[in-house]
């Protein structure tokens, strides 16, 4: 009975070992950071877990200075910086992540539901580290923010539990042994009848020695195992204070020029919309997701075409324009051109050679590599009613509408644009631009112009413009879609 008392103290004070001197996370988390990582579990080793997550989230305690986010990154520091975990960009639909974690995330809406989440599903040397993450968007004013958050650090003693494990198997022997031991004196005991007396005497006076040498080396290894926690305890606190340091040392290191360098690596791994000023025909699909026309104001021109009748074809448009293109209100007639502004700088990469045409916008210049030019529409006469809101066009009435074209390569052959939204390019030269990863349809939209004195005119450098009448004006488009 005692020996099971032994036995099940012995096995106590492992599982409290275990459990006490288990190191937690590391945090030297600044509680005005915007951006904060939670690890689950607190305590982590081999012994005690067997997966580990590690969360960015925002600090709900520290205002966020983002009004829309694009992309929330994780980072683990190496001997040559810091390594990507795993990031999400809102333009993509899965997480990237490096190793073998899984990751889930939210970019979209609030900065309270944005997250990012990685997932070890077996613990081992990728688990423990030091991390950071940040999150890069932009703000009411559209300027690019970047917001972080403390770094932490995973350790794992693993080298003090095996210690403690062992310590505690030694002693279970010396208990085993033990009860050996008592075992053959009883038997002993048992076989000698002619001194039963005597030798019970002598044998209790052995196990009470024996007894008592046994409880003495039982206090002896509590004692060492209190001066081991005691020792690990200061480890604890000596860690505590490095990381401090560590963080306070980051913390410095956070500059402009950090930043730009962070912005510059998003940029390269993208592509984007070509550097310049200029607008794109919008297409049913709406205007490309792309940074480069985030925040732009509404454009469109609405021309009042000819509205009396005409002998020649009436306004009309292919299936790849809104459905609101063509319109009659009473017994006047419209068509409606929207427009998708390039509404700040966010690519440096000059536009590729090839054959097409865009929007040009009055109050800027052409992109280099482009040569400006116009087609006038001349609209109804009688109450003209035309309206619009844009900078591709001098007036509403009458309109000067501006365009950027060039014929500098072949249209055969691909050209590189983002493929992640459909598009349109006006054609030039007779055949529709190749774009890689797209496959292209032709369109159009017909304009009935003014019949009496027709001043219809063009100049410079415009699209492929034909004319099924005297006064009818057919933009010939490109439509792109993604293969």
């Known amino acids: 009975m005692f020996m099971h008392q032994l036995n099940l103290l012995a096995s106590l004070l492992v599982l409290v070992l275990q459990k006490g001197l288990t190191l937690p996370v590391q945090d030297v988390s600044d509680p005005s950071m915007p951006l904060q990582l939670i690890v689950t579990l607190a305590l982590v080793n081999r012994y005690t877990a067997k997966t580990m997550r590690l969360r960015c989230e925002h600090n709900p305690s520290v205002p966020s200075k983002l009004d829309e986010i694009f992309i929330i990154r994780i980072f683990k520091q190496s001997t ?122 002598q044998q209790d006076r052995s196990t009470d020695s024996q007894i008592s040498q046994m409880e003495k080396e039982i206090k002896d290894n509590k004692v060492s195992l209190a001066a081991a926690g005691a020792e690990i305890s200061g480890i604890k606190d000596d860690l505590q204070d490095n990381e401090i340091l560590v963080g306070g040392i980051e913390s410095n290191q956070v500059s402009t020029e950090h930043r730009v360098a962070q912005l510059e690596s998003l940029r390269a791994n993208s592509i984007y919309w070509p550097v310049g000023f200029y607008a794109l025909l919008k297409p049913k699909t709406g205007c490309p997701v792309d940074l480069a026309f985030h925040g732009g104001k509404r454009s469109y021109l609405k021309p009042h075409t000819q509205s009396q009748s005409s002998s020649d074809p009436a306004d009309s448009h292919s299936s790849a324009f809104p459905r609101n293109t063509k319109s009659i209100v009473g017994s006047n007639k419209f068509v409606t051109l929207e427009f998708c502004e390039v509404f700040r700088q966010f690519n440096t990469k000059s536009w590729p050679k090839g054959s097409f045409c865009v929007n040009k916008l009055i109050s800027k210049s052409c992109p280099s590599e482009f040569t400006d030019g116009y087609v006038d529409f001349d609209t109804e006469d009688s109450n003209d009613a035309s309206e619009g809101k844009h900078d591709v066009a001098n007036s509403n009435r009458d309109p000067y509408v501006y365009f950027c074209c060039q014929t500098s390569a072949s249209a055969s052959t691909p050209i590189q644009l983002p493929t992640h939204s459909p598009f349109f390019l006006y054609r030039k030269g007779g055949v529709c631009q190749a774009v890689q990863g797209m496959s292209v349809s032709e369109e159009y939209v017909q304009i009935n112009t003014e019949d009496s004195s027709n001043d219809d005119s063009f100049s410079g450098s415009y699209p492929d413009v034909t004319r099924p009448g005297s006064s009818v004006i057919k933009l010939n488009m490109c439509y792109y879609t993604k293969l």
Not at 101 to 110: C, E, I, L, R
Not at 131 to 148: A, H, L, Y
Not at 174 to 182: A, G, L, P, V
């Open 80 to 201: 040559s910086g810091w390594d990507l975990v795993a990031g999400q960009q809102k333009l993509l639909t899965s997480p990237k992540v490096t190793g073998s974690v899984t990751a889930s995330a939210n970019v979209g809406g609030d900065i309270s539901e944005v997250f990012l989440q990685v997932l070890w599903d077996t613990l081992g040397p990728d688990c423990f580290g030091v991390f950071k993450c940040n999150v890069m968007g932009f703000d009411s004013n559209g300027d690019t923010v970047t917001e972080r958050s403390s770094i932490i650090q995973v350790q794992e003693f693993k080298n003090v539990i095996h210690y403690l494990i062992g310590l505690t198997k030694d002693t279970q022997e010396k208990m085993t042994e033990m009860e050996d031991f008592t075992d053959t004196e009883i038997a002993r005991l048992n076989s000698g009848l002619d001194s039963l007396e005597s030798r019970i005497t």
